[in-house]
């Protein structure tokens, strides 16, 4: 029996704290916009300042890799895929995170290459706290580059993939593509009238 360990996160924390940095410029800004231009001029540009919000939202906070009991799910800006453990085969880093399962590559957004989008991470090991635990534990949330996940990956597929679920399922963000769609096109109608 494979012991129980923590659900583990691998999200970018400097993504977590540039969101809100961005959200508070931008409401700077529309309050900035509002003052001098009215309430017309606020009106017309919340579409593009909440486009900007948005796009920094999906680009640098929405991407996570979770590594679960019978899945690892890799959480990207517009889709989801959970792969059972059975069907994870390897794990890759050499220009982001990679993972290979089900004969297909699955990228990760969370987990960029040291030297492109990780500047300033630290170099974590990536078992620490990785003890077996009792059910319910919190979970675990880390801050990792590509190799560094794919590391773990691997480890915790040789752990877990036998006798684990080999199902792949993809699932589109529906509700991310359409705001993103509808703020790009009242964007637009701003920039047309």
Known sequence: MVPMRPTVIIQST???????????????????????????????????????????WLLWASASVRLET?????????????????AVQEARSRWGLVVDADG?????????????????RQRVDPQQDLQPTAAGAPAIRMDLDARAAALLIGEEALVRGPGSPSTVARRLHRSRVVLLVTLALLSFATAVL
Do not use: C, Q, Y
Not at 70 to 86: C, I, Y
Not at 104 to 120: I, N
């Open 70 to 86: 019978e899945h690892l799910v890799l959480d990207n800006p517009l889709s989801t895929v959970r792969l059972g453990w059975g």
């Open 14 to 56: 400097m993504g977590r704290i540039g969101v809100p940095v961005v959200g508070v410029i931008a409401a700077a800004l529309l309050a900035l916009e509002a003052l001098s231009g009215g309430p017309i001029a606020a009106l017309f540009a919340l579409p593009w300042l909440g486009l900007v919000v948005v796009l920094a």
């Open 104 to 120: 297909r590559e699955h990228k990760a957004w969370a987990a960029p290459a040291r030297g492109t989008a990780s500047f300033g």
